[in-house]
């Protein structure tokens, strides 16, 4: 039987991916392209909703695929590509902007919180159609899974509506689909605000721990991480959201329970358990951090691996788009 159909994403915004992206969706990825037939996409055309370097950006697109893979996507298992190199995407996005109704994109809370931020005379209409073009990913390749944050729940909410709305028009053509929401415990926060999210928007780089950094710059950032006074090692979310984060990032990272940690951490100080999850995180990062490096090195490798799986990408995506063109009486080639 064939398995069910997966689609998820990452924006190449930065160097480097942090350990918020690497817990709460790259972790995740890897171990659901086992049961899934996965899609993973390094969203370029996102990315430039708000200003890049073009320099920067091309680097940044090799770097997160570098990444994902020395995570361990495995490109044999799973499709992944970059969005520019399939150009159904932006031609889907285009006809899902004419489906999709001016209030309706206008409540999407990230435009809200986004153009808030750069202000919106310098908000481009790149970042208020930014919705559609992820519905698109989505659809092309009609995907039933889509595991994001809780941050991306709104827009695989309005993927569902506009793949209902098109069935509805003009005969069933997109299957709908669901958004896969990480637990609770996925969440990772700040070092140094941690009831902030861990984020590489953050204002200062002190609270993110960053996969290819220094170990010992992440190893020196876990160790002045905010706690409290209390002086006791537990979970408690509310009273202690330094010591739960690190819990959590050790519970995650070392396959470890809270209650297993609490344990062996009682009566001790807060140094000791910063020294163990320092340790358990410079681990998981040590080996990623050599893999990219090494992929890195040989980037017209790299690129023919993107551009094998871009054509099987296309494959299907460009099926879908042909579907759609069809139903709407839109004349293709
Ligand atoms: P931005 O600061 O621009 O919002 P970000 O650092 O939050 O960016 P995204 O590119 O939005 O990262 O997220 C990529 C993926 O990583 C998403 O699936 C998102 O849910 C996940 N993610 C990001 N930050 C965290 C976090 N702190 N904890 C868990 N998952 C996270
Ligand atoms: N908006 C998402 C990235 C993204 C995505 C997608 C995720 C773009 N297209 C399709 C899942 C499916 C983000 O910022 N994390």
Not at 62 to 91: N, W
Not at 127 to 141: H, K, Q, R, S, V
Not at 144 to 158: K, S
């Amino acid at each position: 039987m064939s398995k069910p159909i997966l689609f998820s994403g990452m924006q190449p915004s930065s160097d480097s991916l942090h350990l918020g992206n690497y817990i709460g969706a790259l972790s995740q990825w890897t171990q659901m392209q086992e049961d899934f037939d996965a899609f993973f996409c390094v969203v370029n055309l996102h990315a430039i909703t708000v200003p890049q370097d073009p320099a920067e950006l091309a680097q940044r697109t090799r770097a997160t695929a570098a990444q994902y893979i020395a995570a361990g996507i495995d490109p044999q298992k799973s499709t992944l590509f970059v969005q520019s190199h399939v150009s159904a995407h932006a031609e889907l996005a285009w006809v899902l902007n004419t489906l999709t109704g001016f209030g309706e994109a206008s409540r999407m809370t990230q435009f809200k919180d986004k153009s808030q931020r750069y202000g919106a005379d310098s908000s481009s209409v790149g970042l208020f159609t930014y919705p559609m073009l992820m519905a698109a990913d989505i659809l092309l390749y009609n995907a039933e899974a889509v595991p994001v944050g809780e941050d991306q729940r709104q827009h695989v909410e309005l993927t569902r509506d506009l793949a209902q709305r098109f069935n509805s028009c003009f005969g069933d053509t997109f299957v709908v689909p669901r958004a896969q929401i990480q637990k609770e415990t996925a969440k990772i926060f700040d070092l140094q605000n941690p009831t902030a999210k861990m984020s590489k928007s953050a204002d200062t780089e002190g609270g993110l721990l960053k996969v290819l950094d220094e170990p010992k710059a992440n190893q020196k950032k876990v160790m002045r991480a905010v706690t409290d006074d209390d002086m006791t090692i537990r979970f408690d979310r509310e009273a202690k959201p330094g010591v739960s984060n690190l819990l959590t990032i050790y519970q995650v990272l070392g396959d470890r329970t809270i209650e297993s940690l609490e344990t062996e951490f009682e009566g001790r100080g807060y140094g000791d358990l910063k020294k163990a999850v320092a340790e358990v995180v410079g681990d998981t990062f040590t080996p990623v951090k050599q893999r990219t490096e090494e992929l890195l090195s040989d980037p017209a490798e790299l690129d023919r691996l993107l551009l094998g799986a871009a054509d099987r990408a296309n494959e299907v995506a460009q099926a879908t788009l042909d579907r759609v063109y069809d139903a709407m009486g839109i004349l293709r080639r």
